[in-house]
């Protein structure tokens, strides 16, 4: 089964890249884009089983630094 | 005094560190590899080394965090152990949760790599008691990631008890409050994004760093 866990910046935390992204957005004509943030999609193939609870321990412990990340997990 | 420089699969910086800590010591460092899963008693300092520690991937520092060395460092450093990190070294201390906050991409985006100064803030410690605290001096910085990020109220107790090491005299890469380094709430564990085993004797052109190596000798003679 997979395990699909979203990992992204914190509000508040600046962003660098997303604000490059931005730049280069309205540099191409797409007007409007207040905000980008850039995140990661991180899929796991895992044991049919594995718990919400066994990836969010991945997450907490490697996956994600919760000093400036947010996770999310979703399994499927 | 023991010490001993931590090799991780990407380290880049390790041979120069030993070979400043050898210069200042006159003792060869133990080099230790990351699936170590102890360390050797009696020593003094671990330092842990610039590079890119497993490619950076995922985080910087992060993969080299969780490496089985960092059990030894962390019980090293909860017996009132000497742990320098430098540069990426810096970013492993922060991931491993034996320093505060991150250390995120630069604000300008740029890999920045040259001479910057460095106002010493905190000089009554292992690490800095060879410089004067106020006092400025020129170290050189190659990162990509050195952008340190902390939370309002982090920030506020790293100032109040005097855990802010270094600051940048000037803008460098975003960091809050200009923070180049600091200090564990113990003031036994240091991370600094600048490097001073690359100034070290006279062919380097400038020495400023030899002085962090000497007064740590100082202590542990």
Redesign the interface.
């Known amino acids: 089964m997979k395990a699909r866990v979203t990992v992204s910046l914190k509000p508040g935390v600046l962003d660098p890249q997303g604000r490059a992204i931005a730049h280069a957005l309205e540099g191409l004509g797409f007007a409007g884009v207040a905000d980008v943030r850039v995140g990661k999609l991180i899929e796991l193939d895992v044991a049919d089983g594995t718990s919400q609870a066994e990836v969010e321990e991945m997450a907490r412990k490697l996956l994600a630094n919760t000093v400036i990340e947010n996770f999310r997990v979703d399994l499927a | 005094m023991r010490s001993a420089v931590v090799v991780f699969p990407g380290s880049n910086c390790d041979r120069d560190l030993m070979v400043a800590l050898e210069l200042v010591t006159g003792v060869k460092p133990v080099a230790l590899w990351h699936a170590e899963p102890q360390v050797p008693d009696g020593l003094d300092l671990i330092a842990l080394p610039g590079g890119f520690s497993h490619g950076d991937y ?2 910087s520092g ?2 080299a965090a ?1 490496a089985p060395v960092m059990r030894g460092v962390a019980a090293h450093a909860a017996r009132g152990g000497l742990v320098l990190g430098i540069c990426n070294g810096f970013q492993v201390l ?2 491993a949760g034996l320093l ?3 250390l ?6 740029d890999f920045v790599c040259r001479d910057v100064t460095l106002e010493v803030v905190a000089a009554d410690t292992a690490f800095t008691r060879a410089l004067r605290a106020g006092e400025t001096i020129t170290v050189p910085v190659a990162h990509h990631d050195g ?1 340190f ?2 939370d309002a109220e982090t920030l506020d107790r790293l100032e109040q008890q005097g855990q802010v090491a270094f600051r940048y005299a000037g803008p460098v890469n ?1 960091s809050a409050r200009d923070i180049a380094g600091i200090l564990n709430a113990q003031r036994n564990v240091l991370g600094m994004m600048p490097h001073p085993e690359r100034c070290v004797e006279p062919a380097h052109g400038n020495q400023d760093g030899r002085r962090l190596f000497e007064g740590l000798l100082s202590v542990l003679a």
């Open positions: 995922l985080r992060a993969i969780r922060t991931e505060p906050g991150a995120m991409r630069n604000a300008g985006l952008n990020q902390a975003g």
